[in-house]
């Protein structure tokens, strides 16, 4: 069996690996001319990580990342609302990462080309059309200078995000993603540790909000960690045309960050807007995603991570759950050799059970609580639970742990 798979992001190349784990062959084309660390800081959940453990992944990935130890609520002028154990604190057999998104990917990376070879991950080859022949699928792949090239497999995986082709191919009506209104600046920096160097903040609702946390250590700079921001903010509604085509790598000046920032966005633990003033790179990009789709799979093809079920990025789960469709997938796979039966049980099972977390993380996934909080008592408060009970916060944040997990 040979599975073609179109993107090499985290979602596809860790398909790869767990197919090379099951003795089945896999491909990689990637459409960029090499694999860049892109992206600012990601955090990847115990789930996921029990996954990339199973793969050997964990001490690479210590190396390069910081086990999150603690996820702190707050409202958006920092009063403390729930604070949460994450990973192995939390009594979890696996830890949670928070991570440089492109560490991640080069991580999972250097791992195919370790175990499958430098020929597993074929750069510059962009997924243009592609035929189910009935006995195959026949795929064509475009170099930036034009040249075609076709492969033909037995299974096509469309792991190629957010615009995929493929499944542009099977839904070509399906027009743009769709925005919520919400713009997220994003930047990371070196900067003094704040609490305990393992801890994530998130602070303010749905308006505005701030996520920080540490995705690096250095031994070269003791007392500092590479601490990843984003600063979201409502800037227009569902009405509103997207402002630019959404694009991971598009920068934004300095001034837009402050400016969506200042007034709105205030903790003790730390200097918000110093810390945005001294990050060299920001980038803007729109909080978006698309209704889940009737169906992944048709025949030997099918979709995953991305492209199968964008989501808003709250609750951590983008590159978590298109690891657990990796897992799926691959042991269906390995399961039989009725590859159609295969892909389409996968669709059965990681469909609805993403299609659960894409519409959770519409209503704000477990930051809901802040929302929640905030609406209660606008003035703030000098003890939450003067605000709402311990059982009502952890409900909220409760409900939607136990819903990333289903459908594994
Ligand atoms: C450049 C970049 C930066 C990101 N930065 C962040 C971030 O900072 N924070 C965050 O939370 N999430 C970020 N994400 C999204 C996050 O990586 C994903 O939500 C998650 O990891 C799921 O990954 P995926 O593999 O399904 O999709 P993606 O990570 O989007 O990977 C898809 C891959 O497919 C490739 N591709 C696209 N079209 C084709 C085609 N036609 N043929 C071949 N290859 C194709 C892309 O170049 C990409 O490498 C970023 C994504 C990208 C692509």
């Known amino acids: 069996m040979k599975v073609l798979i179109a993107g090499g992001g985290v979602g596809g190349l860790t398909l790869a690996l767990m197919l090379e784990a099951r003795g089945i062959r896999a491909q990689v084309f990637e459409q960029s001319g090499r694999i860049r660390e892109l992206g600012v800081g990601i955090n990847t959940l115990p789930h996921a990580i029990a996954e990339l453990e199973e793969l050997g992944l964990l001490p690479a990935l210590d ?16 009063l403390d609302i729930v604070a949460q154990p994450r990973g192995l604190w939390a009594g979890l057999d696996a830890p949670q990462f928070s ?10 990376h250097d791992a195919v080309v370790e175990r499958m070879g430098e020929g597993a991950v074929q750069c510059d080859r962009r997924l ?28 096509l995986v469309g792991a190629d995000g957010i615009h995929s082709t493929v499944r542009a191919q099977y839904y070509p009506d399906q027009g743009p993603p769709a925005w919520n209104g919400v713009l997220m600046w994003r930047g990371a920096a070196w900067w003094p540790q704040f609490l305990d160097g393992a801890s994530m ?24 960690a590479l601490t990843n921001w984003v600063v979201c903010s409502k800037v227009g509604d ?30 003790p633990e730390m200097d918000i807007m110093a810390l945005i003033r001294a990050t060299e790179e920001i980038f803007v990009y729109p909080m978006c995603d698309r209704d889940p789709l009737p169906r992944w799979t048709h025949g030997r093809v099918t979709l995953l991570g991305d492209a199968a079920h964008p989501m808003y990025p709250v609750g951590s789960n983008g590159a978590s759950q298109a690891i657990l469709d990796a897992r799926d997938l691959a042991d269906r796979l390995a399961e039989g050799s009725d590859m159609v039966a295969a892909l389409a049980d996968y669709d059965s099972v990681r469909r609805p059970a993403t299609a659960a977390i894409v519409a959770a993380n519409r209503k704000g996934g477990p930051e809901g609580v802040i929302d929640f909080v905030e609406d209660r008592a606008p003035e703030g408060y000098t003890d939450v639970h003067d605000v709402a009970s311990e059982e009502e916060l ?14 594994r």
């Open 63 to 78: 190396r390069v990342a910081i086990r999150t130890r603690r996820l702190i609520y707050k409202t958006g002028q920092g």
């Open 99 to 108: 991570i440089h998104r492109g560490r991640l990917q080069t991580v999972i």
């Open 128 to 155: 243009v059309s592609f035929e189910d022949t009935g006995e195959a699928v026949r795929a064509v792949f475009e170099a930036r200078d034009g040249t075609r090239h076709e492969e033909t497999g037995d299974v």
């Open 201 to 224: 903040i998130v602070a303010g609702g749905f308006k505005h909000k701030l996520v920080l946390y540490p995705i690096a250590h250095d031994p070269d700079r003791p007392g500092e």
């Open 238 to 267: 569902a009405t509103t045309p997207i402002p630019a085509r959404e694009d991971w790598s598009r920068k934004a000046p300095v001034e837009e960050a402050l400016k969506m920032a200042e007034g709105h966005l205030w903790i």
């Open 394 to 407: 952890r409900a909220i944040v409760g409900d939607y742990e136990r819903l990333q997990v289903a459908g």
